[in-house]
C-alpha cells in the first residue's frame, strides 16, 4: 500500500478523533467543530506508532540473520552426526555379513 493510500485510510480516524459536535435542543441545531490540535496529536501519535513498529520489524529483520546462520550451523552438525552413525552402522552391517560368508580359501579347499 502506497504512503498515499494509507493516508487517506487514517484520515477518516483522524477527523473523527477530532470532532466535536455539540447540539442544541433550544435552537434544534447541531454544530460541528473540527480540533485541529486533536488531529495534529492524533497524526502524531499514529507516526509515533508506525514509528516503533518500523523498529520492531527492522531489529527482527535484522536478528534473523545470525538466527538463520546458527540454524544452519545446527542443522549441519547434526546431519554430519547423522551420516557419521550411518557409515559406522554400515560398517557393522558390512562386518556382520562378511563374518558369515566362509572364507575364500576354504571354498576352494573344498570343491
Do not use: W, Y
Not at 21 to 29: F, G, I, Q, Y
Not at 30 to 38: E, G, M, R, Y
Not at 69 to 83: G, L, M
Amino acid at each position: 500500500m502506497t504512503p498515499f493510500a494509507q493516508a487517506l485510510c487514517v484520515l477518516p480516524l483522524l477527523l473523527a478523533a477530532a470532532c466535536n459536535v455539540t447540539k442544541d435542543p433550544a435552537n434544534e441545531s447541531t454544530t460541528l467543530s473540527v480540533d485541529q490540535n486533536k488531529i495534529e496529536n492524533a497524526g502524531d501519535m499514529l507516526l509515533n506508532e508506525a514509528a516503533e513498529a518500523t523498529e520492531i520489524a527492522a531489529n527482527k529483520i535484522e536478528n534473523a540473520g545470525p538466527e538463520l546462520e546458527n540454524s544452519a550451523a545446527t542443522i549441519k552438525e547434526r546431519a554430519s552426526r547423522v551420516a557419521d552413525k550411518a557409515e559406522a552402522l554400515g560398517n557393522r552391517v558390512e562386518t556382520k555379513v562378511d563374518a558369515g560368508k566362509p572364507a575364500e580359501n576354504e571354498a576352494h579347499a573344498n570343491h
